[in-house]
């Protein structure tokens, strides 16, 4: 990285980045520059570094060493990444069918993957039950019935409503079962003697507030007790995802939250395992997004910044605030610019008033910091643009096929 570059990447990063990150920050950034430059660009790059996926992999081991991880295979489905978490020692969360069989093409065991979407088809149910999946989600009687009636020894964990305040990407309302949906699922899980074992919740994408862990541990503790009373014998508490990575002065540790964590597991009985479903924490800070300025504008004295990444090719999260830092190789003055993507559309408008260079100029990159999650994997062609393309540092073929 130039010296005005890593001085811009201060600037920006100065409100948005730990300081302690910077210099390992500086060397990664330095390594995608330069790689981008040897590239006959044509078209976004998602560069990502296998090192650090292995490092956050083993950090939130050490941190958290009584909780079995399963990698959320959505956050970043490429088979590469998998093998390295896979070898590694992790297991696996899924939503689909699809990803089921990426992991079965891998020589994953089905029975440690948990099949934690609540809402499943019935063909992928009985894909998922033919091929030895055991572990299912539910939220719902619905759903209980519904795998019930294709795999009656299907071993259940019941997805319970938690606080997802303070988290950038909620996920409560779409899923999990409030107080007064959870008895009558146990009771019929009781009566008809079907294996309900565990609990699990989400606290929220990107989480920055660590209290929701606690309140979502202490549900389902009354959970266990309520299933304990009826009959049934708990063996898995799930504390799902959320885990943030780092990228705003509000972010809390990853040790802030497993003290948590860790203190409120610590009277749970020996019966339970205790997992967790890490996607963002493990990928995001992994990767760097390389994107180019097709064009500028100002229109009301407003300067826009169009990408060739955008809502539709890569930045979706972006467009919802998602504060990833940005860094630019230019050396001017910082002034505010809309950015937007390249596509015709008027929701394609990643960030207003964000603080980059003023004299930015079409076919200049753009380096999106922490974008290893959710960004590749939630790419379309939409008006004929091309999604970012996954490169590993360590492996950089010299001409990217696009
Ligand atoms: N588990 C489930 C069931 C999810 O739906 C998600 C994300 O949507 C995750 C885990 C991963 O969450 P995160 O990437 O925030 O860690």
Not at 128 to 157: M, P, R
Not at 376 to 388: E, I, L, R, Y
Request: hydrophobic share 40%; aromatic share 8%.
């Amino acid at each position: 990285m130039t010296v005005e570059a890593t001085k811009h990447f201060r600037q920006e990063c100065s409100t948005t980045q730990p300081h302690q990150h910077l210099p390992r920050l500086n060397e990664f950034v330095g390594k995608v520059m330069s790689s981008t430059r040897q590239q006959n660009y044509a078209g976004p790059l998602l560069f990502f570094d296998k090192s650090r996926l292995l490092d956050n992999y083993r950090h939130f081991r050490t941190v958290l060493p009584h909780i079995d991880i399963h990698y959320a295979v959505k956050c970043l489905p490429d088979k590469d990444v998998l093998k390295t978490l896979f070898k590694a020692g992790s297991r696996f969360e899924i939503a689909s069918k699809g990803e089921l069989a990426l992991l079965l093409s891998m020589g994953v065991n089905p029975q440690q993957i948990l099949y934690s979407n609540p809402i499943k088809s019935p063909a992928y149910i009985h894909y998922a039950a033919q091929q030895g999946v055991e572990w299912y989600a539910i939220d719902s009687l619905d759903e209980l019935h519904k795998i019930a009636a294709i795999k009656a020894d299907a071993k259940l964990y019941l997805r319970i409503h938690t606080s997802n305040k303070g988290s950038l990407w909620p996920l409560e309302g779409k899923f999990g079962a409030h107080q007064n949906d959870i008895e009558e699922i146990l009771i019929t899980a009781s009566t008809r003697n079907i294996n309900l074992l565990g609990v699990t919740f989400h606290v929220g994408s990107q989480c920055l507030n660590p209290d929701n862990w606690r309140k979502g541990i202490i549900s389902a503790k009354h959970v266990f007790v309520q299933m304990e009373k009826l009959g049934l014998k708990p063996q898995l508490l799930n504390i799902g995802g959320g885990f943030p990575v780092n990228i705003s002065k509000n972010s809390p540790s990853i040790e802030e939250i497993a003290n948590i964590i860790n203190q409120e597991i610590k009277n749970l009985s020996p019966d339970i395992s205790v997992v967790a479903e890490p996607g963002r924490y493990l990928v995001a800070s992994a990767g760097c997004l390389v994107c180019r300025v097709v064009g500028t504008a100002t229109r009301s004295g407003q300067r826009w910044l169009y990408l060739d990444s955008g809502v539709y090719t890569g930045l979706m999260e972006m467009a919802k605030g998602f504060p990833y830092p940005i860094v630019s190789e230019r050396k001017g003055l910082f002034s505010d610019w809309n950015i937007a993507g390249p596509t015709c559309d008027s929701i394609d408008v990643c960030r207003k008033k964000a603080q980059l260079p003023s004299d930015l100029h079409s076919d200049d990159f753009i380096y999106i910091l922490s974008a290893g999650a959710y960004t590749v994997c939630c790419a379309s062609n939409f008006n004929g643009f091309k999604k970012p393309k996954l490169v590993f540092l360590d492996n950089i073929p010299k001409a990217i096929e696009i």
